[in-house]
């Protein structure tokens, strides 16, 4: 496709391109009528040249230089155009009729010319000047169009001495090197500098590059231009359905020609201090960072890094001692920075030049970053003793009274006491549809101090874990034992925990106390006796035989599965023992599995047999001991609490020692 | 200074400070506060506004309010009972640990149209985010390079354009173009562009790179001086030494260095 045609009456934008509807004529690749067979046509004349009838070459026509006259050139009119670069040469034929030598001279000579006609470079031939006595010579020069020429025109230039009355004469010029026709892709581009519109009736437009020619409000240059047209499309637009959003961050999503990324929005600038106290002012955020105050790029919550933009301020410079800022808050314009002993007053600016500490006293401070908050013309503040402000003209802690917050001063220290060792910091906040600053303390009041649990059943041998729940009041706590022991074995921590193995069973009676920060107790009495207490006999893993101090050897025969024993799943339980040093301790523990039988036949010399049953779905009727005791200890014991004891019958001949 | 006391018994006469001889009366009210008398002439607390948020359990941290909804914050989506539209939940993950819960948020107020939240984790980091929203996604729309989106049902995370799903090849300068040809520009602004149309005898890119328009189906023409082509810059290696070095320094012509004014006064 090419530029669209010249349209009549057409408002055409400052690079427009049109094509003509006529044509302009073709460039003509030589001279016109150069012989001057065609007369004078074609030619200018300047000068003193002109056009002769007589002493031509080959005619009686060519240009002439009469006697006694200085110079003349006679132009051709042709517009010869060259491509810039490239040669053209023109040749001419001069004559110097009567001349002697050196009187008159002619040359043939080319001219370059811009788009605008304006004379660039004049290039001559060899002079013919050596007096040839009324014969022809020729003169040719060759000369590259130089940068900005439009075209290029020829002449045949004539001189004579100013004494000298004899004729000189030119004919016969000619070119080679001039491009033929129109430059392929000519076009004409609008280069006024507003929108014009164009003329009724097409221009005549030029055949040479760079000229112009005025359409109306139109200018028009000729110009060879390649046009690429571009048509803008969207890159990026979203599906007919939107897509199932992924949640990790990092991970994409494909949505029409979209790929979407689930970001985190996290600042990442490495110089971020990533801290708690934070306050936005000045278009910047600060934040602390240990006793410095860091401030991040005017207007770019992202960047914390850009030379004159971030920074810091130097608050850790601006006291005795370089204590980590712990509250920043606006007050007014300025930024109010405090820790626990230190308030400063910064003006603070977008430009990081104009930061500058205003005022700074030592002594008031505050840790309580979410407490602060600025109210009108005061900051209120959380000062170790209770709610102060900060005003415009001073900043006060009147440990006594006088400040807003001095009232409650009691409320106040009682709660941060139990905010500080809770580590729940106080939030406080304005509430500007009440006029009032709000102090909120985290579960306050705590509940009343006190002990909760139980240590856990056991037997003898059990190993115990066990941590009491201490609750309420002011942490940190202290447990102890108050009155009576823990069973034997045991030990007990001063944060409430229980560590040891049960080496005895049987009842114990113990208190556990619990005191606070506050000094404030509470008691959790712990009674484990008869069925609450402790199994005195464990059997349920190894457990090893007590051999007492005289060192009695033990044997004994077990008619059951070996030592220890293991009666969990056996119908029937026979034992027959002879004990003649030592513990034996059968336990028959079935858990949910009944037993019908329980006999244990046992001869006890020494030493001790230790039979406990511990079964809650055996008829007590089917328990059976016998047993022979010459010396020692024969403990039976039936742990049941759903059938009277009176059931058990025990047939047991003892010579020695006791039955229990 | 201690009054005698009397007891209200019936708000018949309304408010009413005239007092006469004898005291206040029982019937009336010297003022009242923040409350109404019904019909029985019972004096009530006028009841106050109530805001009521059912949040998931112990699921979300902090609540402020922000772009007329309150805002609340938890480290993994959090499904917003539809009976308290206007409640949001924000997600923000641990950038090494992402289902790491959130132990406190420590600061969130909005800066330049966003939240500026401080959370704490539970193993004690602290991050700050800047959480920008973009808008909420739209089907067939035309996004720009940066765009960010939320979903239609926010779930507390922002959606970044990341790049396109059709590759084009970026525009370069002295090549030839034919009708077809698709280029991106060189610095991407969310949209390509066709050769619709070329003419002449050696249609190509020159060597500016266009002003490229930012509207759909909108054009721009790339010309190029046949006959007169604009010459292609050379490129700058970036370790090439100036010709003259002296006149790098400023200390040939005139001499406006400091030191050569120096050494000339000392002349």
Redesign the interface.
Known sequence: MAAPFWQAGKLYLPGDLVQPITQPAPNDPQVTNGGFEGGPTGWTFSGDAAYSTTGGYGSARCVVLPGNKPDGVALNNAQLVVPVGAQLTATCLIQQGASVAGATAGWAEVRWYDALNTLLQTDKGNAVDSGSNGAWHPSTVTSTAPASAAYARAAIHLTSVADHDHEIFGDNLSVSGATAGLPEGLVYKAVQTESGTSGSSEPAWPGILGQQVVDNEVIWEAVTTSRVTWTAGPRYVSGATEPVWPTDIGAMVQDGTINWKAISRRVEDEKCPNSKVVAIVASKVFAADDDIVKFSATANPLDWSTVDDAGYLPTGLQQANANSMAVLQQYRANLVALNASSFQNWQVDPDPASMAILDQMDGIGSQWQRAAAPVSNDLIYLSQRGVRTIGIANAAENLAAGDIGAPIDVLVQQAMLYAEANSTPPIGTYYPGAGQYWLAFPNYPPPVLGVYGKLPAGGCGDAIDYTYVVAGGLPPYNVEISAGELPEGLSMTAQGRVLGELAKGGDAIWTVRATDALGDTAELQESRTGPEGFFKYLTSRPYPVVIPPDGITAAAQFDGPGFPPSYAHQDTFTAAAAVTGGELRPLLIPLNQPVEAFNVSATVTGGSLVVTLKSYTMQPEAISTGTNITGGTLEVKLVQTTVPVESVTAATTITGGTLS | MTGRIVTLNAAKGGINRLRVKGGADPNTLYDLVNGYVDQAGVSRSRPGTKNKATLPTGATKGMCAYDGKLIVFSH??QTIPASTPIVECE???H?ST?DLPIKDI??A?P??GYL?V?P?FVNGD???????RGTT?????????G???T??NP?G??????????Q?AVWVRNIA?VVGDK??PTV?N????????????????GAIE?T?????????????????PTPVPGEQSGNQLPPDVTERYGSVGSGSSPWRNLNREAE
């Open positions: 993994e989506p997600v923000l993950k950038p992402p420590h600061f107020g800066f330049l500026y401080v704490e602290v991050f700050h985010y800047w959480l920008q996604w739209e089907p067939g729309k035309v996004y720009l390079p765009a960010l989106v979903p239609t779930n995370i922002a959606y970044q354009l990341d790049s396109g799903t059709e084009f173009r280029v991106v991407d969310g949209y390509y562009y066709t050769v619709t149309d070329v003419f002449g005898p050696a249609p190509r890119s266009p490229w328009p930012t509207s759909p189906g909108a054009t721009v023409f790339e010309d190029s001086d046949v006959a007169n």
